[in-house]
């Protein structure tokens, strides 16, 4: 990201001060495997990418955070006292809905100016909303010396979309953001936070980002409405689960159980869950193992899996998805983030990689009218200050 470009636009929005600019960066994420498992405790192994939100910040004296984006003409100044509310446009909710959360957790905030700009591709499952949250984050926490660890700050940022924003994701983008570490993949228990970074062994091969850009639309509220169906799952299990929690369950214990979940769709989403968290796990093998092709089958089991019996998938997706396994050298493809359109991830081998972005595209606009946007997914650091 261009700095110096940052810089000149923050004194174009925010005026000439004496007091110094600072810059803080933080990442989104592509998810390996662990797909819709964070919210009920499950298993994920998501990578921070380089792509991300970097957010200028300077001190002012006026008590209020100024809030502006190179990408978004949307701008503001909301005062701190009384501490914010939801606000007009939607992409200040995310930074405000994160202030809050340093108000509430005791931290006083000082005035603030800030400037926001990011090369994620929004709605894209690409985790642009928690890297904004966590770009805030970290610029919060040093701007006001307010000293919280990363873990706090991911928490926060989770809240924030939670409570501010209204989405009932779980913790997986956020912790992806604040603890990425560039050539791994980070393997979180999302139950006990408990998490260890792993190697990614991509020798001769590419991970490939494909944005399929259709509007997401419904998104939101049909991904409320499979965390709520994995609750009354867990509530229907209850008595069979110690603590309610649907990722506590092996496939084996499920279905000796499954008379008990009233409907079909619900044993689908439950077979999903239970599934894909053992999946995760052989997957952390076949990387320890080096096996790439094993790994490969086991993405292309998740997006099946997401497809058939969590049904989040869609027409898009699942075209982009078959164009890539249909190219020579994939290894394996499937879909990211909240479903419903967004993204796909491709392993390919590195020679076949931009044969397979030149196939796959033509297929995909011949089969939808859409261009697919193709992004190399190079694994980098969680959120941090940079310094100039
Ligand atoms: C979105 C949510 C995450 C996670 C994924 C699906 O990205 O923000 O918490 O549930 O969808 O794996």
Redesign the pocket.
């Known amino acids: 990201m261009d700095m110096t470009a940052l810089q000149k636009q923050f004194i174009e929005r925010h005026g000439e001060s004496p007091e110094p600019v600072r810059f803080f960066f933080a990442p989104g994420r592509i ?1 390996l495997i ?6 009920t405790g499950g298993l ?1 192994l998501p990578c921070a990418i380089r792509l991300g939100t970097m957010a200028a910040a300077r001190r002012c004296e006026e008590n209020h955070l100024a809030l502006a984006s190179f990408d978004d003409p949307f701008s503001c100044a909301v005062p701190l006292d009384p501490p914010p509310a939801p606000h007009g446009s939607a992409w200040v909710n995310y930074p405000l809905g994160v202030a809050q959360q340093f108000m509430r957790s005791g931290v006083t905030l000082p005035g603030l100016e800030l400037l926001f700009s990011g090369d994620l591709p929004r709605e894209a ?1 690409l ?1 642009s909303s ?1 890297s904004l949250e966590m770009a805030t984050a970290v610029a919060l926490n040093s701007m006001a010396d307010a000293g919280l660890e990363m873990g706090e700050l991911v928490r926060m940022a989770r809240a924030a979309e939670n409570d501010f924003v209204g ?1 009932d ?5 956020q912790f992806a953001s604040g603890f990425g570490r560039e050539g791994c993949a980070l393997l979180l228990n999302c139950a006990t936070l408990q998490h260890r970074q792993v190697a990614l062994p991509l020798a001769g091969h590419r991970l490939v980002i494909a944005d399929t850009k259709k509007l997401r639309g419904l998104a939101g509220s049909k ?1 409320n409405e499979r965390v709520e169906q994995c609750q009354e799952v867990e509530l229907s299990l209850l008595g069979v689960l110690e603590a309610p929690s649907l990722s506590r369950l092996t496939p084996g214990r499920l279905e000796k159980n499954i008379d008990r979940i009233p409907t079909g769709t619900l044993r689908r989403r439950a077979r999903h869950v239970v599934s894909e968290n053992s999946r995760v796990m052989q997957a952390v093998q076949t990387l320890m193992d080096g096996d790439l092709p094993a790994f490969g089958a086991l993405i292309n089991a998740s997006h099946d899996s997401l497809r058939d019996d969590y049904q989040v998938s869609c027409f898009e997706l699942d075209t982009l998805v078959q164009a890539a396994r249909d190219s020579e050298g994939v290894l394996g493809s499937r879909m990211m ?2 479903g419903f359109g967004g993204c796909t991830l491709t392993l390919v081998r590195e020679d076949a990689a931009e044969a397979f972005i030149t196939r796959a595209g033509e297929v995909y606009r011949k089969n939808t009218g859409l261009t697919a946007e193709f992004h190399p997914a190079d694994t980098g650091d969680g959120a941090r200050e940079i310094e100039q």
Request: charged content about 10%.
């Open positions: 998810n662990g797909g819709h498992t964070d919210y994920v499952g985790s928690a989405l994701c779980g913790i997986m983008d991904y983030g909240g």
